[in-house]
């Protein structure tokens, strides 16, 4: 079974720049999560979707972040405009997303690690 | 809210030595708790959870972990790390059965010959 696929892997902009990142989540999974790790840090959940709809994005910046899952499959996290700080690596998970069952294990991607300059 | 403490940034270990890794939670209520690992460049993978039940949970690559309600914590062990074991942990928290999952800041164990 395919894991979670993310892309690119590595991303180098400048301040200012708008930046795309793309997950492709494990076949079948309704639940998707983009989570922020900043260096020296334990991830941090910018946004859920189940199906396409979003559960939790309270720790979105949305003054400049933005992420979408049309179709509630693959998703894209955007950055527009990138700051110094947004310098991290995204991952993205997914879990299978029924609910009312046994606890879920999430999948994580291996990550885009941006670089802001 | 949830939050977790990882007690160490950092754990040096020579190979075939024990390794405990430190992980405190707080919560007003009741949570599910978790390690990962995380290779170099990678994802993070999840070794073991505790739901319910049992106390000491076995997970992958020999790894074990020991929920103490008491004490609020759920230390990670292993009794004979291999230098593939150079990684970075994770422990995580969650408060319901698919929500969000809060994670420490990770403690880095590097495994020397």
């Known amino acids: 079974e395919a894991g979670v696929a993310q892309s690119p892997r590595y991303k180098i902009i400048e301040k200012r720049q708008s930046v795309a990142f793309w997950c492709n989540p494990i076949?079948?999974?309704?639940?998707l999560y983009w989570y922020q790790q900043i260096l020296g840090q334990g991830p941090k959940l910018l946004i859920q979707?189940?199906?396409?709809?979003?559960?939790?994005d309270s720790q979105l910046p949305k003054d400049r972040f933005s992420a979408e899952r049309l179709k509630g499959v693959d998703s894209t996290l955007k950055i527009q405009p990138a700051k110094l700080e947004d310098s991290a690596v995204y991952l993205c998970?997914?879990?299978?997303?029924?609910?009312?069952?046994?606890?879920?294990?999430?999948?994580f991607g291996p990550g885009t690690r941006l670089l802001v300059l | 809210a949830q939050s977790v403490t990882q007690l160490d940034s950092q754990v040096p270990v020579f190979e075939e030595a024990p390794v405990e890794l430190r992980c405190n939670y707080s919560?007003?209520?009741?949570?599910?708790l978790f390690w990962y690992v995380q290779y170099p460049n990678q994802g993070l993978q999840l070794l073991l959870k505790?739901?319910?039940?049992?106390?000491l949970v076995k997970g992958i690559n020999g790894f074990e972990a020991e929920f103490n309600k008491s004490q609020t914590s759920f230390h990670l062990r292993k009794p004979s790390v291999h230098i593939s074991d150079t990684a970075e942990y994770f422990c995580?928290?969650?408060?319901?059965?698919?929500?969000?999952?809060?994670f420490g800041a990770g403690t880095q164990v590097v495994v020397t010959p």
């Open positions: 998970a997914s879990s299978l997303g029924v609910s009312g069952t046994a606890v879920e294990t999430q999948y």
């Open positions: 076949s079948g999974h309704a639940t």
């Open positions: 979707f189940q199906n396409n709809g979003v559960v939790d």
């Open positions: 919560s007003s209520v009741s949570v599910y």
């Open positions: 505790y739901l319910s039940g049992s106390t």
């Open positions: 995580a928290v969650r408060a319901d059965s698919w929500g969000k999952l809060q």
